[in-house]
């Protein structure tokens, strides 16, 4: 039904375009100078018939579950509801519904069939009089966009203003939606900071978030720090950053300035390959590779480390960065153009010289740029973490240790048995909070960097 | 036919500086240089004039071996510089270029500091042994690029923050800077009022006290008025090459005599 809604808009949305084209090239025909081309003409009609009564039925098809619900219940015996608490009386709702969709389990009682029954009316009623008033709108918008076909009617102007509109929307939808998600955390951050006070979450050094999710269960009472939390994600970012940046840049030098054609042709896909591949498998990697490597090589040397560590995490995820940073670089570098690598071999540079003196400086917004984009990634990267790294918080900042980090957190508080009123859960949200305000303040700070290189060398 | 100011083309007795014998210069398949000879003076103007596309800025490119850096580019014949052939495989391009300067058509400021810009070539080189004597280097370099006055204040401040035309002395500044004994300079003044390029040409003349200078210019009056000898090309070849007095009023080619007559370009 909602279909055959769209498909209706769609075809008066066609008839739009056609009616007015034609119109105004018999107006043309006829001899008169129209202000705007035919096409803009029908342009604008397909447009004004299309866009409201798009909005309509999106709005409709938001509020009609609502509203039929509504009536569903007003219909309901008097007293369905009395003395049961909500979450009761959504399980009787619930169950209507699964009625009406045809899953049906045991045997209802007579008064709930009912209601099923009519809440699947109610529907077909909505469907129907959503398909009559889309045509109905649709033919009075098509007359009225036919009426406005003459000769000094402003059609590309029209046309070009709903489409602006249009640009504007769909800009903001990003803006806003973000928006959302912030407030959706806030909401839910302040919650958690309603059981947990923010100053143990923030200075505090222990983070065991397991608390008794039933009564009759035995567990500790939880602790909420996330200091150890947070330093994991910053060991192994670093342990990350201190693997890419430095290979990534040698690797981009390499292949912009001194690297053969023919290495080059070779290389880039192939760092281009490593960027595309899925960070599961890099996880794979970490864990049956490398951990497995470090924990021979420091046995070997007399050094017992754990199975899980942050050095095998964050050096496996620096490998991941690697393309990143090196093909950030590469572009920057390139971009440098080639008149100010002319004019430094001119004065008898070498190629390094030149390189470190001239190229590298004047592609520093760039590399700066792709080097902090590299830090959020690493902050937020969650699958090498939760097979690498660990789950436990340790309050430590040494690299062999088994550590936790922020977005592994998230994921084991979010997964099984939740509720969304204990503060275990709720500290997930926490969390987000405090590494989405991360990732926030260090992208402001790439921006300020960039800019601030780009004063100078414009 | 062109008036000739300071008496500047008056041929004195000097010394080949730079010989060139048969080169041929190849982009891929592109033969843009074909069988060029030449014989450049030292403490002498030499202009390159000629049609758009005729090899002008190739065949400066080869002095220096700037075309070393064009991958396609494949450079045949021989070059000497005093005698000793710059295309031998003991010659460091690096160190060539130290002692052949260049100035580009486009002005083409490092995006650092006025000063740092001159001070550059002087700190590769290690021509300065302290503070002081690359001041010193720096402030000499961008009094000869006839920039001096305006920048002397603003030392600090990015090169690339100056005027298309302060950018190109500078750039003048930056390639004295390092003392070279030849200087080529590709349409130098494209980029200049008239004041600048009159400025320029007065920098030019005085270089040649110390060195060989060649320019490439697509200006009739300012080959006539700085150089004292000038090599025609046309498509590739050097047509005719002689002294500059000689070149604009009694060409012996015809291909000459159009060109600087403006009837063929
Ligand atoms: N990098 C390059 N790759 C391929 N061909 C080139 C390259 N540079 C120059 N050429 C070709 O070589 C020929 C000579 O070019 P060149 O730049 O030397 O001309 P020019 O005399 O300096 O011209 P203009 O006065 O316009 O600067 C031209 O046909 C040009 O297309
Ligand atoms: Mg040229």
Request: net charge neutral; proline share 4%; with cysteine.
């Amino acid at each position: 039904m909602v279909l055959f809604a769209f498909l209706l808009l769609f075809g008066a949305t066609m008839l739009a375009y056609f009616v007015n084209r034609r119109a105004a090239l018999s107006m043309r025909a006829g001899g008169a100078r129209l202000h705007s081309l035919e096409s803009f003409h029908g342009l604008f009609a397909a447009l004004s018939v299309l866009v409201p009564v798009f909005v309509g039925i999106l709005f409709w098809l938001v509020l009609e579950g609502a509203v039929v619900d509504l009536f569903m219940l007003r219909g309901l015996p008097a007293g369905t509801f009395d003395g049961l608490d909500s979450g009761a009386s959504q399980l009787i709702v619930a169950e209507i519904k699964s009625i009406a969709g045809g899953r049906v389990f045991g045997t209802p009682e007579a008064w709930k069939i009912e209601a099923a029954e009519r809440l699947v009316r109610y529907h077909r009623i909505a469907d129907w009089l959503l398909v009559a008033l889309v045509a109905i709108t649709a033919a009075i918008l098509l007359w009225v966009a036919r009426r406005s076909v003459v000769e000094q009617f402003r059609a590309r102007q029209g046309a070009e203003r709903i489409v602006l509109g249009l640009m504007i929307f769909c800009a903001t939808v990003a803006i806003f939606v973000t928006i959302g998600i912030v407030f959706a955390l806030t909401f839910e951050t302040i919650k958690f900071f309603q059981i947990v006070p923010i100053t143990e979450f923030l200075f505090g050094t222990s983070w065991e978030p397991q608390i008794p999710i039933r009564e009759d269960q035995v567990a500790a009472e939880g602790a909420f720090g996330a200091i150890p939390v947070f330093l994991g994600t910053i060991v192994i970012s670093a342990v990350a950053l201190f693997v890419a940046v430095p290979v990534g840049l040698m690797t981009a030098i390499y292949l912009n300035e001194f690297a053969p054609q023919r290495v080059r042709k070779s290389v880039k896909p192939v760092l281009e390959i490593l960027a595309g591949v899925p960070t599961v498998v890099y996880g794979f990697f970490a864990v049956l590779t490398v951990a497995p490597a470090i924990r021979q090589f420091a046995a070997s040397i007399g050094v017992d480390v754990a199975p899980n560590t942050a050095l095998a995490a964050g050096g496996v995820m620096g490998i991941m960065l690697i393309p990143f940073i090196s093909s950030f670089a590469d572009d920057a570098l390139s971009a440098v153009p080639r008149s100010l690598r002319d004019g430094a071999l001119a004065l008898g540079a070498t190629r390094g010289e030149m390189m470190l003196n001239v190229l590298f400086p004047a592609a520093i917004p760039g590399i700066v740029g792709g080097v902090l984009l590299a830090v959020s990634r690493a902050i937020g990267e969650t699958m090498i973490v939760v097979m690498a790294a660990g789950l436990i918080a340790k309050m430590t900042i040494n690299p062999l240790d088994s550590v936790t980090a922020v977005t592994v957190q998230i994921v084991t508080l979010l997964i099984g048995d939740t509720a969304f009123d204990n503060p275990k859960t709720l500290s997930a949200f926490a969390l987000g909070m405090m590494l989405f305000l991360a990732t926030l303040i260090i992208n402001i700070f790439a921006l300020r960097i960039v800019r601030k290189y780009r004063e100078i060398y414009d | 036919m062109y008036d000739v100011p300071h008496g500047r083309n008056e041929v004195a007795v000097t010394d080949v500086k730079i010989t060139a014998r048969n080169v041929q210069v190849y982009y891929g398949d592109t033969h843009a240089i074909k069988d060029v000879n030449v014989e450049i003076e030292s403490n002498t103007v030499t202009a390159f004039i000629g049609p758009s596309g005729c090899g002008k800025s190739t065949f400066l490119r080869c002095i220096n071996r700037m075309n070393d850096t064009i991958d396609i580019c494949r450079v045949e014949g021989d070059i000497r510089i005093d005698g000793d052939d710059i295309y031998d495989k003991r010659v460091d391009p690096v160190q060539l270029r130290a002692k052949v300067g260049m100035v580009f058509q486009k002005p083409n400021p490092f995006p650092k500091s006025i000063y740092d810009n001159v001070a550059y070539g002087p700190k590769i080189h290690g021509m300065a042994r302290n503070k002081a004597e690359l001041d010193d280097i720096v402030e000499r370099a961008l009094r000869r690029g006839a920039i001096w006055d305006e920048v002397k204040d603003r030392l600090q401040s990015p090169g690339t923050g100056l005027s298309g035309g302060q950018q190109q002395r500078l750039c003048i500044a930056r390639a004295v800077a390092t003392e070279p004994e030849v200087l080529l300079m590709d349409e130098p003044c494209s980029a200049l009022d008239p004041i600048a390029t009159a400025q320029v040409e007065e920098l030019i003349d005085e270089l040649r006290q110390n060195y060989a200078v060649v320019i490439v210019t697509h200006s009739m009056q300012q080959a006539a008025r700085v150089s004292q000898k000038t090599a025609f090309f046309h498509l590739g070849n050097l047509v005719e090459y002689d002294d500059t007095t000689k070149i604009f009023t009694n060409p012996e080619d015809s291909r000459t005599e159009s060109y600087i007559t403006g009837r063929i370009g």
